[in-house]
């Protein structure tokens, strides 16, 4: 069975910085992604990037304040978060897509696989 295990949220003040980790388990993905939502809103991309690692992609949100790095030998995605805002609050998901997939890389229907949700909470 596929599992991702997300790691790495908490509670931070604004300005500050949290890394989130995911690991995968049993199989190689292609894309991997973040998302997160928060309360009363629809999930939501952050980041997302391919197999090689190599391209990377942010919302225009979190662009130049989040990089996503993936290690694909050990199967993990991690997402370093700076210059965090109390906007920034939300459950954060990993999610990682295998072929054959449909959507872009933004979106949740492209992703066949998700972890829990990690909590990150900015305060003011």
């Known amino acids: 069975q596929v599992q991702l295990v997300e790691s790495g949220g908490g509670l931070v003040q604004a300005g500050g910085s949290l890394r989130l980790s995911c690991a995968a388990s049993?199989?190689?993905?292609?894309?991997m992604g973040w998302f997160r939502q928060a309360p009363g809103k629809e999930r939501e991309f952050v980041a997302a990037v391919t197999r090689s690692g190599i391209r990377a992609y942010y919302a225009d949100s979190v662009k130049g304040r989040f990089t996503i790095s993936r290690d694909s030998a050990k199967n993990t995605v991690d997402l370093q978060m700076n210059s965090l805002k109390p906007e920034d609050t939300a459950v954060y998901y990993c999610a990682a897509s295998t072929a054959p997939y449909s959507g872009s890389y933004y979106q949740p229907q492209r992703y066949a696989y998700w972890g829990q949700g990690t909590q990150v909470t900015v305060s003011s």
């Open positions: 049993r199989r190689t993905f292609d894309t």
